[in-house]
């Protein structure tokens, strides 16, 4: 069924795919532009205490992060804007991030809402009503958002961190690289680039989740995974 998605795709015909959203009536929702930058994602439109900045999706964040140079209020009230459309309190943390970004958005904007990462068209969406969740693979969990995936053989949880660049990194020896055969769900990566690195758990990355439409709902605690075949392998 994937090559033939592929085909429609090739051919001009992707709105016959069937997407999880297809059919679906409009839902109480905020939709983010985002960019990809060093392969994080982007979202331009937010805003923190009236300051824009460079702001990085953060999934496995529960509090959101700011940089110790972001100019946040002298009020104990913290305001994260998603353009014009909706603004959420936070309660920030202040961390050195080295210039790597101003900010985490972290799942505390969300609160026990869901979002939807869609890389092909660069989109996060905030889902105040929950995930669409048809055709997707769903795995639930209890802490961080995680899913299932198969790792040379072996069947792994991985954190679905999107502050993470890389494919995939497992426990080992900080800044090491090697090769492993990934499997997630029925799509077989076969031997990919990994990182390794000193993380309790493995942590999945955009470099593999942009092969995918992600949802996470943080209050029903599910992850929702589809294999988007307008994103080639």
């Known amino acids: 069924m994937a090559p033939f998605a592929g085909v429609l795709f090739a051919s001009g015909c992707s709105h016959l795919i069937r997407t999880p959203w297809r059919n679906e009536p409009i839902r109480n929702e905020v939709n983010l532009a985002f960019t990809l930058e060093r392969n994080l994602i982007r979202l331009p439109s937010i805003r923190i205490d009236n300051h824009d900045g460079r702001f990085i999706l953060g999934t496995a964040s529960q ?6 140079s972001f100019p946040l ?4 009230a913290h305001a994260l804007e998603m353009g014009d459309r909706e603004t959420v309190r936070i309660d920030p943390r202040r961390i050195d991030l080295a210039g790597a970004a101003d ?3 972290g799942v505390e904007a969300w ?10 068209v660069g989109v996060v969406t905030y889902q105040k009503d929950g995930i669409h969740p048809a055709y997707m693979q769903l795995y639930s ?4 958002p995680m899913i299932n995936l198969n790792v040379d053989g072996q069947t792994l949880s991985a954190i679905v961190d999107t502050t993470v660049p890389d494919t995939l990194l497992l426990p080992g020896a900080n800044g090491t690289r090697g090769r492993a ?3 997630v769900g029925t799509t077989d990566f076969g031997a990919i680039d990994v990182g390794y690195a000193n993380v309790a758990r493995p942590r999945v990355g955009n470099r593999l989740l ?3 439409l992600v949802s996470i709902d943080y209050g029903r605690r599910v992850v929702g995974l589809w294999r988007d075949p307008r994103i080639p392998l």
């Open 103 to 105: 900010g985490i958005v």
């Open 141 to 144: 969990f209890s802490g961080e």
């Open 210 to 212: 942009s092969r995918f």
């Open 111 to 120: 609160s026990a809402h869901a979002i939807t990462i869609d890389y092909h």
């Open 63 to 68: 509090r959101t992060i700011v940089d110790a």
């Open 181 to 183: 055969h990934v499997v």
């Open 73 to 76: 209020t002298a009020s104990s």
